[in-house]
């Protein structure tokens, strides 16, 4: 994914969860928006170098975004929003492979009457429904997921559970912004609840993919699998 024009900045402060204070290059200080809904642990070091996108909506409020941070020399994508752009991509261009041969696939599909999944896949056999998350955290070489408490994300994985009981294929893709992981695993000591529920899944059936992407000011692309584990 090639991306628009990015401009430098210095993070400050991160606030009102989607408001980030951050420092120019000529002294000023700027608020701008946060595309992350989750805690961004270990990214939010005042002083660590980020990369702005600006919008040319003249209703934005704040026509500036957060894009990504760095972290220990390593750039990191928190901005939610270009992971399922990301996959679509890598699924398209047969990066990721697990998934098979893919004919058509379709966004934001209703599941539940409150509920909807990233991806519906149709496949020559069947189809496979995909839940993308992004992961941003990383500890001692780990890729983790989530970075807070999410009763939202347990809920989008028993939904995949409940699909692949009807007799779907099913799957959870986590999506990892950052090049400094060596595998992956649900982040138990935040969100014991997530942790389990996600081992369920995997014994019912659930794929748990995880693939990381290289992040620069000038381009985001998924790279490679990422070993998966769970217990």
């Not at 700027?30 to 805690?39: A, E, F, K, Q, R």
């Not at 014994?203 to 620069?216: D, H, K, L, N, R």
Request: include cysteine; charge should be negative; hydrophobic fraction near 40%.
């Amino acid at each position: 994914m090639k991306l628009p024009q990015l401009e430098p900045a210095v993070f400050i402060r991160r606030y009102k969860r989607f408001l980030v204070d951050v420092e120019l290059d000529d002294g000023s200080v700027l608020t701008v928006h946060c595309p992350n809904t989750g805690s961004m642990r270990g990214c939010l070091s005042p002083g660590n170098p980020v990369m702005l996108s600006r919008s040319d909506s003249p209703t934005r409020k704040y026509p500036y975004s957060l894009e990504m941070i760095q972290v220990e020399g390593y750039w990191v994508g928190i901005n939610t929003i270009r992971s399922n752009h990301l996959v679509r991509e890598a699924i398209e261009n047969g990066v990721i492979d697990e998934f098979g041969e893919v004919d058509d696939i379709k966004a934001e599909v209703k599941v539940s009457e409150k509920s909807r999944l990233d991806f519906l896949l149709n496949r020559p056999n069947n189809q496979l429904y995909v839940e993308v998350k992004n992961c941003t955290l990383v500890e001692d070489g780990i890729a983790m997921f989530p970075d807070a408490v999410t009763k939202r994300g347990s809920k989008h994985l028993r939904e995949l559970v409940s699909l692949k009981q009807r007799g779907y294929d099913a799957a959870v893709f986590f999506c990892v912004q950052r090049m400094d992981s060596h595998e992956f695993a649900p982040a138990a000591h935040i969100d014991s609840v997530y942790a389990d529920t996600l081992a369920e899944a995997a014994e019912t059936g659930v794929m748990v993919v995880a693939y990381q992407a290289s992040v620069g000011p000038e381009e985001i692309k998924i790279t490679h699998a990422l070993p998966v584990k769970l217990w």
